[in-house]
């Protein structure tokens, strides 16, 4: 890497690392759009969770200006998230799904393109992602989407959404319920018994930082907005 791209590299991180969200994003948005994708991107590998997903809704954000000039440029950063998921590409591709849901949840015209493919990688007759860990990042992306556009659940991906309710990975189960509620299609007092009393803890992120919840608080929390609504 070059010098220039070391300090680059360096000064996104530490604005990821240290900023509020809104000014983050104005502090990024000054940085050269072709350098601040690359070190977005290297960032989803970042081992620190909450770095990786700052970097994952940064990126959305920068899509979404990206595409305001030029949709052609904002698909080539879709198309290297589906290289990064590709098995051919030698590598994991971590915060990709993550932020193929967050770019899509931003454009209705990408979203048009590509949310098919998105929602493919739940699907075990499309491009099924195997790996348990991405897994996570799937049903993420997918439930970011969902709250832009819930009309877009299909039967046949809230079936999917549902089998990962019984995972034995507590982030997949609370992961799946985030998407579900984000649909809104869906009864919350129809969860099955055993999320109700479910009193595993997962970090949820809200944007910029994590909460941490317990998955049976997530499940009532559901329920009471529907008897109110």
Known sequence: MKPYGRKTKKKVMDILETAPRTEALKRLAKIPDEQLVGHLFSHFYHMNELIKFR???AMG???LRISGHSMEKARIILR???WNLNDESGGIGWGSPEAMGEILSKSPELANE???ILFSYLDHRGNHIEHEMLQRGVLWGIGTYLE???DDLTDTTKTQIFAHLHSEDPVKRGYAIRALINAKSFNC???PE???NDTSAIDIFTGWNFINTRISD???ACERRQMSA
Do not use: D, G, T
């Open 55 to 57: 970097s994952v809704a």
């Open 61 to 63: 954000e920068l899509a």
């Open 80 to 82: 290297r998230i589906m």
């Open 114 to 116: 590509f949310k098919s």
């Open 148 to 150: 832009a556009a819930p």
């Open 189 to 191: 007092r129809i969860l």
């Open 194 to 196: 055993h999320l109700l």
């Open 218 to 220: 997530m499940c009532h």
